[in-house]
T-cell receptor, first 113, second 113 residues
Framework: SAVISQKPSRDICQRGTSLTIQCQVD?????MFWYRQQPGQSLTLIAT?????????ESGFVIDKFPISRPNLTFSTLTVSNMSPEDSSIYLC??????????FGPGTRLLVL | GENVEQHPSTLSVQEGDSAVIKCTYS??????FPWYKQELGKRPQLIID?????GEKKDQRIAVTLNKTAKHFSLHITETQPEDSAVYFC????????????FGKGTTLSVSS
């Protein structure tokens, strides 16, 4: 497996502001993903973070709301823009060490007031 | 796109009993099916996975079976212990490339001693 870290681990934000979440891996990985887990719910894929090109977003998620960067094979950021209380959730990055097996970061708990 | 249904949503067993969680998927192109265990306040942890060229896989007290024709797969936990209590998620690969995952809604397993 890999060591995956996320910053911040948690945050409380005011509506209308933006928060950037960082995901760092201790080894180079081909695939990185961002998921959202609302309280008591399952994981929903937001996007695939592609190195050197634009992220691939799932239905219901748009780049203006969730811009993603992937500057290299060990790092990615997810920004939650113009936040509302509905964005309160846990945001998790995951990495695929081979083509399929995915491991998750510890998550970022976001509360929007 | 892929859709994953998971049943039951909650499952209570006595210590030592077996537990079975079932999932169905919609996209016949999916070829990778992992199971994750998530304890309260922690990240999802991969516990076992299976690929479409295999019908069954076992790891100590945990086993997964796959029926490609019926498009369903199941998690079997034998000799359950209180530490098995958690939320279990099944998932299926989003496409044949076996990359991004689509998750079921989760099963809360409670093992009482």
């Amino acid at each position: 497996s890999a060591v995956i870290s996320q910053k911040p681990s948690r945050d409380i934000c005011q509506r209308g502001t933006s928060l950037t979440i960082q995901c760092q891996v201790d080894s180079q990985v081909t695939m990185m993903f961002w998921y959202r887990q609302q309280p008591g719910q399952s994981l929903t894929l937001i996007a695939t973070a592609n190195q050197g090109s634009e992220a691939t977003y799932e239905s219901g998620f748009v780049i203006d709301k969730f811009p993603i960067s992937r500057p290299n094979l060990t790092f990615s950021t997810l920004t939650v823009s113009n936040m509302s209380p509905e964005d309160s959730s846990i945001y998790l990055c995951s990495v695929a060490l081979n083509q399929e097996t995915q491991y998750f970061g510890p998550g970022t708990r976001l509360l929007v007031l | 796109g892929e859709n994953v249904e998971q049943h039951p949503s909650t499952l209570s067993v006595q210590e030592g009993d077996s537990a079975v969680i079932k999932c169905t998927y919609s996209d016949s192109a999916s070829n990778y099916f992992p199971w994750y265990k998530q304890e309260l306040g922690k990240r999802p942890q991969l516990i076992i996975d299976i690929r479409s060229n295999v019908g069954e896989k076992k790891d100590q007290r945990i086993a997964v079976t796959l029926n490609k024709t019926a498009k369903h797969f199941s998690l079997h936990i034998t000799e359950t212990q209180p530490e098995d209590s958690a939320v279990y998620f099944c998932a299926a690969s989003k496409d044949q490339a076996g990359t991004a995952l689509i998750f079921g809604k989760g099963t809360t397993l409670s093992v009482s001693s």
